[in-house]
Protein backbone atom coordinates (compact mmCIF):
# COMPACT_ATOMS: atom_id res chain seq x y z
CA UNK A 1 0.00 0.00 0.00
CA UNK A 2 2.78 2.32 1.02
CA UNK A 3 4.41 1.18 -2.05
CA UNK A 4 2.02 1.77 -4.41
CA UNK A 5 1.53 5.53 -2.88
CA UNK A 6 5.14 6.39 -2.58
CA UNK A 7 5.21 5.35 -6.43
CA UNK A 8 2.57 7.61 -7.12
CA UNK A 9 4.08 10.74 -5.52
CA UNK A 10 7.23 9.75 -7.48
CA UNK A 11 5.26 9.96 -10.81
CA UNK A 12 2.97 13.41 -9.97
CA UNK A 13 5.23 14.93 -7.48
CA UNK A 14 6.95 18.22 -10.69
CA UNK A 15 3.21 18.86 -10.38
CA UNK A 16 3.25 18.39 -6.73
CA UNK A 17 5.97 21.01 -6.09
CA UNK A 18 4.40 23.13 -8.70
CA UNK A 19 0.78 23.45 -6.92
CA UNK A 20 2.05 23.94 -3.77
CA UNK A 21 4.46 26.92 -4.26
CA UNK A 22 1.82 28.65 -6.82
CA UNK A 23 -0.42 28.57 -3.72
CA UNK A 24 2.34 30.10 -1.48
CA UNK A 25 2.79 32.67 -4.05
CA UNK A 26 -0.33 33.77 -4.73
CA UNK A 27 -1.14 34.12 -1.10
CA UNK A 28 1.98 36.27 -0.69
CA UNK A 29 1.04 38.41 -3.32
CA UNK A 30 -2.76 38.69 -1.82
CA UNK A 31 -1.03 39.91 1.35
CA UNK A 32 1.45 42.27 -0.19
CA UNK A 33 -1.29 43.33 -2.52
CA UNK A 34 -3.52 43.89 0.83
CA UNK A 35 -0.76 45.76 2.96
CA UNK A 36 -0.80 48.81 -0.10
CA UNK A 37 -4.48 48.95 0.06
CA UNK A 38 -5.74 47.33 -2.69
CA UNK A 39 -9.37 45.36 -2.46
CA UNK A 40 -8.14 41.80 -1.54
CA UNK A 41 -10.76 39.26 0.22
CA UNK A 42 -11.82 40.06 4.29
CA UNK A 43 -9.92 37.25 5.64
CA UNK A 44 -6.63 38.38 5.15
CA UNK A 45 -7.09 41.80 6.19
CA UNK A 46 -6.46 42.27 9.58
CA UNK A 47 -9.02 42.67 12.02
CA UNK A 48 -8.17 46.48 13.35
CA UNK A 49 -9.07 47.34 9.42
CA UNK A 50 -12.26 46.09 9.14
CA UNK A 51 -13.02 47.60 12.84
CA UNK A 52 -12.21 51.12 11.37
CA UNK A 53 -14.63 51.15 8.71
CA UNK A 54 -17.64 50.79 10.51
CA UNK A 55 -18.91 54.26 11.28
CA UNK A 56 -20.18 55.74 14.54
CA UNK A 57 -23.86 56.71 13.50
CA UNK A 58 -25.05 60.19 13.86
CA UNK A 59 -27.67 61.40 16.31
CA UNK A 60 -30.41 63.61 15.04
CA UNK A 61 -30.88 66.53 16.63
CA UNK A 62 -33.64 69.30 16.94
CA UNK A 63 -33.16 72.70 17.97
CA UNK A 64 -34.79 74.28 20.51
CA UNK A 65 -34.86 77.80 21.92
CA UNK A 66 -34.74 77.74 25.53
CA UNK A 67 -36.05 80.98 27.09
CA UNK A 68 -34.42 79.77 30.68
CA UNK A 69 -31.79 79.00 32.59
CA UNK A 70 -30.64 79.12 36.23
CA UNK A 71 -27.05 78.39 37.76
CA UNK A 72 -26.30 78.21 41.61
CA UNK A 73 -23.93 81.33 42.96
CA UNK A 74 -20.84 79.20 44.65
CA UNK A 75 -20.28 80.02 47.94
CA UNK A 76 -21.67 78.76 51.06
CA UNK A 77 -25.04 77.22 50.42
CA UNK A 78 -26.88 75.91 53.73
CA UNK A 79 -30.46 74.82 54.64
CA UNK A 80 -30.25 77.30 57.40
CA UNK A 81 -28.69 80.07 55.64
CA UNK A 82 -30.68 80.07 52.30
CA UNK A 83 -29.14 79.54 48.55
CA UNK A 84 -28.04 82.19 46.03
CA UNK A 85 -29.57 81.42 42.53
CA UNK A 86 -28.88 83.51 39.39
CA UNK A 87 -31.60 82.94 36.87
CA UNK A 88 -30.56 84.21 33.10
CA UNK A 89 -33.83 84.57 30.90
CA UNK A 90 -34.85 85.62 27.95
CA UNK A 91 -38.17 86.91 28.89
CA UNK A 92 -39.53 88.52 32.30
CA UNK A 93 -39.78 84.90 34.75
CA UNK A 94 -41.30 84.09 37.87
CA UNK A 95 -38.75 81.68 40.51
CA UNK A 96 -40.40 80.17 42.67
CA UNK A 97 -38.62 78.14 44.97
CA UNK A 98 -39.88 75.39 46.86
CA UNK A 99 -38.10 74.00 50.08
CA UNK A 100 -38.47 70.41 51.20
CA UNK A 101 -40.12 69.45 47.85
CA UNK A 102 -41.16 65.48 48.17
CA UNK A 103 -39.20 63.22 45.81
CA UNK A 104 -42.42 61.41 45.16
CA UNK A 105 -44.49 64.13 44.28
CA UNK A 106 -42.16 65.40 41.79
CA UNK A 107 -41.90 62.70 39.93
CA UNK A 108 -45.71 62.51 39.82
CA UNK A 109 -45.94 65.86 38.84
CA UNK A 110 -43.65 65.75 35.82
CA UNK A 111 -45.50 62.63 34.94
CA UNK A 112 -48.74 64.21 34.89
CA UNK A 113 -46.83 67.09 32.96
CA UNK A 114 -46.48 64.13 30.19
CA UNK A 115 -50.33 63.03 30.23
CA UNK A 116 -51.79 66.23 30.02
CA UNK A 117 -51.71 68.50 32.52
CA UNK A 118 -48.92 71.49 31.42
CA UNK A 119 -46.97 72.63 33.96
CA UNK A 120 -46.52 76.23 32.77
CA UNK A 121 -47.34 78.52 35.71
CA UNK A 122 -45.98 77.88 39.64
CA UNK A 123 -50.08 77.23 40.43
CA UNK A 124 -50.03 74.39 38.18
CA UNK A 125 -47.03 72.68 39.10
CA UNK A 126 -48.28 73.49 42.93
CA UNK A 127 -51.11 71.81 42.31
CA UNK A 128 -49.45 68.56 40.27
CA UNK A 129 -47.25 68.30 43.76
CA UNK A 130 -50.37 68.13 45.47
CA UNK A 131 -48.25 71.44 47.84
CA UNK A 132 -46.07 68.69 49.01
CA UNK A 133 -43.41 70.90 50.33
CA UNK A 134 -42.40 72.59 53.39
CA UNK A 135 -41.99 75.92 51.95
CA UNK A 136 -42.48 78.50 49.02
CA UNK A 137 -40.74 81.99 48.07
CA UNK A 138 -41.50 83.36 44.29
CA UNK A 139 -39.49 85.78 42.40
CA UNK A 140 -40.36 88.09 39.93
CA UNK A 141 -37.40 88.25 37.19
CA UNK A 142 -37.14 90.69 34.78
CA UNK A 143 -36.59 90.11 31.39
CA UNK A 144 -32.19 89.66 30.98
CA UNK A 145 -31.66 90.80 34.92
CA UNK A 146 -28.75 88.87 35.74
CA UNK A 147 -29.01 89.86 39.34
CA UNK A 148 -28.72 87.16 41.94
CA UNK A 149 -31.76 86.10 44.32
CA UNK A 150 -31.41 84.47 47.80
CA UNK A 151 -34.21 81.94 49.04
CA UNK A 152 -33.79 80.79 52.34
CA UNK A 153 -36.12 79.05 54.64
CA UNK A 154 -38.39 81.14 56.73
CA UNK A 155 -36.25 81.73 60.18
CA UNK A 156 -39.43 80.04 62.39
CA UNK A 157 -39.18 76.99 60.66
CA UNK A 158 -37.07 75.06 62.57
CA UNK A 159 -35.62 72.96 59.70
CA UNK A 160 -31.83 72.02 60.06
CA UNK A 161 -31.74 69.21 58.04
CA UNK A 162 -33.62 67.01 55.84
CA UNK A 163 -33.33 64.06 57.43
CA UNK A 164 -30.73 60.74 56.93
CA UNK A 165 -30.95 58.69 53.73
CA UNK A 166 -32.92 57.71 51.84
CA UNK A 167 -34.72 60.88 51.59
CA UNK A 168 -38.30 61.64 50.87
CA UNK A 169 -37.68 65.21 50.10
CA UNK A 170 -35.08 67.27 47.71
CA UNK A 171 -33.90 70.32 49.56
CA UNK A 172 -35.12 72.54 47.18
CA UNK A 173 -37.33 72.47 44.04
CA UNK A 174 -36.70 75.80 42.13
CA UNK A 175 -39.11 76.34 39.24
CA UNK A 176 -38.94 79.20 36.45
CA UNK A 177 -41.60 79.45 34.25
CA UNK A 178 -42.69 82.46 31.64
CA UNK A 179 -44.42 85.43 33.49
CA UNK A 180 -46.14 86.65 30.52
CA UNK A 181 -49.31 84.54 29.35
CA UNK A 182 -48.92 85.73 25.77
CA UNK A 183 -44.72 85.03 25.48
CA UNK A 184 -46.11 81.14 26.03
CA UNK A 185 -47.13 81.08 22.29
CA UNK A 186 -43.45 81.95 21.16
CA UNK A 187 -41.55 79.14 23.46
CA UNK A 188 -41.70 75.60 22.77
CA UNK A 189 -40.10 75.12 26.45
CA UNK A 190 -42.90 76.50 29.07
CA UNK A 191 -40.87 75.44 32.01
CA UNK A 192 -37.60 74.28 33.47
CA UNK A 193 -37.11 72.62 36.98
CA UNK A 194 -33.97 72.47 38.55
CA UNK A 195 -33.90 70.17 41.79
CA UNK A 196 -30.93 71.20 43.30
CA UNK A 197 -28.78 69.26 46.40
CA UNK A 198 -27.98 71.29 49.45
CA UNK A 199 -25.35 69.97 52.29
CA UNK A 200 -26.36 69.44 55.50
CA UNK A 201 -25.31 67.99 58.51
CA UNK A 202 -27.11 64.25 58.27
CA UNK A 203 -25.87 64.21 54.44
CA UNK A 204 -22.43 66.24 53.72
CA UNK A 205 -22.33 66.06 50.17
CA UNK A 206 -21.40 69.65 48.30
CA UNK A 207 -24.51 71.71 47.28
CA UNK A 208 -25.37 71.24 43.63
CA UNK A 209 -27.76 70.82 41.11
CA UNK A 210 -28.91 67.14 40.70
CA UNK A 211 -31.27 67.09 37.80
CA UNK A 212 -32.61 70.07 35.42
CA UNK A 213 -35.85 69.44 33.43
CA UNK A 214 -37.29 71.28 30.58
CA UNK A 215 -40.62 70.81 29.87
CA UNK A 216 -42.75 71.40 26.35
CA UNK A 217 -45.52 72.56 25.32
CA UNK A 218 -46.07 69.07 23.39
CA UNK A 219 -45.87 67.42 26.95
CA UNK A 220 -42.42 66.20 26.56
CA UNK A 221 -40.20 66.11 29.73
CA UNK A 222 -36.29 67.05 28.67
CA UNK A 223 -33.34 66.32 30.79
CA UNK A 224 -31.25 68.74 30.50
CA UNK A 225 -27.22 67.35 30.14
CA UNK A 226 -24.08 69.01 31.10
CA UNK A 227 -21.23 68.48 28.25
CA UNK A 228 -17.99 68.15 29.47
CA UNK A 229 -15.63 70.98 27.19
CA UNK A 230 -11.72 72.43 28.10
CA UNK A 231 -11.87 75.42 29.52
CA UNK A 232 -8.75 76.28 27.66
CA UNK A 233 -6.13 75.06 25.37
CA UNK A 234 -2.98 74.44 27.13
CA UNK A 235 -4.83 72.30 30.02
CA UNK A 236 -5.76 69.94 27.64
CA UNK A 237 -2.12 69.65 25.82
CA UNK A 238 -0.51 66.29 27.08
CA UNK A 239 -2.94 65.31 29.73
CA UNK A 240 -5.16 62.21 29.49
CA UNK A 241 -7.86 63.79 31.22
CA UNK A 242 -8.12 66.84 33.57
CA UNK A 243 -9.70 66.83 36.86
CA UNK A 244 -13.87 67.61 36.47
CA UNK A 245 -13.83 71.30 37.52
CA UNK A 246 -11.53 72.32 35.24
CA UNK A 247 -14.01 71.05 32.25
CA UNK A 248 -15.84 74.25 31.42
CA UNK A 249 -19.09 72.85 31.01
CA UNK A 250 -21.68 73.55 28.32
CA UNK A 251 -25.36 72.21 28.69
CA UNK A 252 -27.40 70.19 26.09
CA UNK A 253 -30.64 69.01 26.31
CA UNK A 254 -31.57 65.24 25.59
CA UNK A 255 -35.01 64.42 24.99
CA UNK A 256 -35.78 61.00 26.32
CA UNK A 257 -39.04 59.99 25.63
CA UNK A 258 -38.75 61.04 21.82
CA UNK A 259 -38.24 57.95 19.55
CA UNK A 260 -36.12 60.30 17.51
CA UNK A 261 -34.40 61.00 20.26
CA UNK A 262 -33.30 64.62 19.65
CA UNK A 263 -30.62 66.99 20.80
CA UNK A 264 -31.39 70.50 21.65
CA UNK A 265 -28.44 72.81 21.59
CA UNK A 266 -28.58 76.08 23.64
CA UNK A 267 -28.48 79.13 21.84
CA UNK A 268 -25.40 81.22 21.28
CA UNK A 269 -23.07 77.82 21.69
CA UNK A 270 -22.28 78.42 17.84
CA UNK A 271 -18.58 78.98 18.01
CA UNK A 272 -15.88 77.70 20.02
CA UNK A 273 -12.32 78.82 20.05
CA UNK A 274 -11.17 75.08 21.40
CA UNK A 275 -9.17 72.91 19.22
CA UNK A 276 -9.64 69.19 18.90
CA UNK A 277 -7.65 67.37 21.09
CA UNK A 278 -6.24 64.87 18.68
CA UNK A 279 -4.94 67.20 15.55
CA UNK A 280 -5.11 70.36 17.13
CA UNK A 281 -6.14 71.59 13.98
CA UNK A 282 -9.86 72.26 13.91
CA UNK A 283 -12.49 73.23 16.24
CA UNK A 284 -14.06 71.25 18.51
CA UNK A 285 -17.36 70.54 17.23
CA UNK A 286 -18.61 67.11 18.25
CA UNK A 287 -20.13 65.31 21.15
CA UNK A 288 -19.65 61.71 21.76
CA UNK A 289 -22.54 59.95 23.44
CA UNK A 290 -23.18 58.62 26.14
CA UNK A 291 -20.08 59.91 28.01
CA UNK A 292 -20.58 63.48 26.40
CA UNK A 293 -17.31 64.72 26.15
CA UNK A 294 -16.82 67.50 23.78
CA UNK A 295 -13.30 67.05 22.47
CA UNK A 296 -13.37 66.55 18.73
CA UNK A 297 -13.17 67.79 15.64
CA UNK A 298 -15.74 66.33 12.75
CA UNK A 299 -12.70 64.86 10.55
CA UNK A 300 -11.16 62.94 14.00
CA UNK A 301 -14.38 61.49 15.31
CA UNK A 302 -14.46 59.08 12.39
CA UNK A 303 -11.15 57.91 13.96
CA UNK A 304 -12.30 56.19 17.50
CA UNK A 305 -14.20 53.57 17.82
CA UNK A 306 -13.42 54.94 21.53
CA UNK A 307 -13.36 58.03 23.37
CA UNK A 308 -9.96 59.79 23.76
CA UNK A 309 -10.99 61.22 27.21
CA UNK A 310 -12.68 58.71 29.18
CA UNK A 311 -12.21 55.41 27.00
CA UNK A 312 -15.90 54.83 27.00
CA UNK A 313 -17.47 52.86 23.69
CA UNK A 314 -18.99 55.92 21.93
CA UNK A 315 -22.41 54.45 20.36
CA UNK A 316 -23.42 58.14 19.01
CA UNK A 317 -21.75 61.28 18.30
CA UNK A 318 -23.76 65.13 17.28
CA UNK A 319 -22.08 68.18 16.00
CA UNK A 320 -22.50 71.35 17.60
CA UNK A 321 -22.36 73.11 14.66
CA UNK A 322 -22.97 72.51 11.58
CA UNK A 323 -20.92 75.48 10.20
CA UNK A 324 -17.65 73.62 11.23
CA UNK A 325 -18.94 70.90 8.94
CA UNK A 326 -19.32 72.58 5.66
CA UNK A 327 -15.71 74.46 6.47
CA UNK A 328 -13.92 70.91 7.03
CA UNK A 329 -16.07 70.09 3.69
CA UNK A 330 -13.74 72.65 2.10
CA UNK A 331 -10.57 72.29 3.37
CA UNK A 332 -10.76 68.35 2.32
CA UNK A 333 -11.39 69.57 -0.77
CA UNK A 334 -8.65 71.79 -0.68
CA UNK A 335 -6.40 68.76 0.10
CA UNK A 336 -7.52 66.73 -2.21
CA UNK A 337 -6.15 68.75 -5.48
ZN1 LIG B 1 -9.19 66.65 14.95
ZN1 LIG C 1 -15.58 60.32 27.18
Same mark, same amino acid.
Given at each position: MAAVFLVMLYEYSPLFYITVVSICFLITAAMVLGWFGFDVPVILRSSDDTELSLKIPEKRMVQVKNPFALEMVSGASSVTGGVRLRPRCLESCVLTCYWGCAVQGLQEALQSHQHGVRISTPHKFEEALHSDYQHHQTFLVEQGDPSERLSHLP?? =????DLGFLPRVRYPLVALLTLAEPDVRELYEIVANVTVIHITDDKYRLTSRILYQYLLTAQGHVLDLKQLFMSADDQSWRGVSEPPEEEQQQRKEEEEE /? /????PDLQESG =??? =?GWDCVVCQNAPVNRVLLPCRHTCLCDGCVERFRQCPMCRAFVLESFALSHHFTTNRQELEGLAGE
Open positions: AD =SGIR /R /REEE =SGE =S
